[in-house]
Nanobody, 123 residues
């Protein structure tokens, strides 16, 4: 069992930066791949970024490549999402998530979810 708690969201101007954190509880955190997803008002939840358990592999959605970077620190049971050059269209609730067994980096493939943190980017 893994419990996830996101933090770091807030209001930022376009072009600014934020770093989101996802703190995990559970002794097996280091064995899970972890992902970030987001959901904007009136839209479906979408994949943002993911990282393998060893941090050897990372994946980013095309919409955030070159601007967002996912990382993790297994000694702190924490996953991060560094977000730079933010745009108004990045406004959403951001969730971290983990699968028990990886199938796909899609919302339907995740088993554990945090409650989310709101990111608002003003123009």
């Amino acid at each position: 069992q893994v419990q996830l708690v996101e933090s770091g969201g807030g209001l930022v101007q376009a072009g600014g930066s934020l770093r989101l954190s996802c703190a995990a509880s559970g002794r097996t955190f280091s064995t899970y791949g972890m992902g970030w997803f987001r959901q904007a008002p009136g839209k479906e939840r979408e994949f943002v970024a993911a990282i393998s358990w060893s941090a050897g592999n990372t994946y980013h959605a095309d919409s955030v490549k070159g601007r967002f970077t996912i990382s993790r620190d297994n000694s702190k049971n924490t996953v991060y999402l560094q977000m730079n050059s933010l745009k108004p269209e990045d406004t959403a609730v951001y969730y971290c998530a983990a699968p028990i067994f990886y199938t796909a980096w899609a919302p339907s493939g995740m088993d554990y979810w945090g409650k989310g943190t709101l990111v608002t980017v003003s123009s």
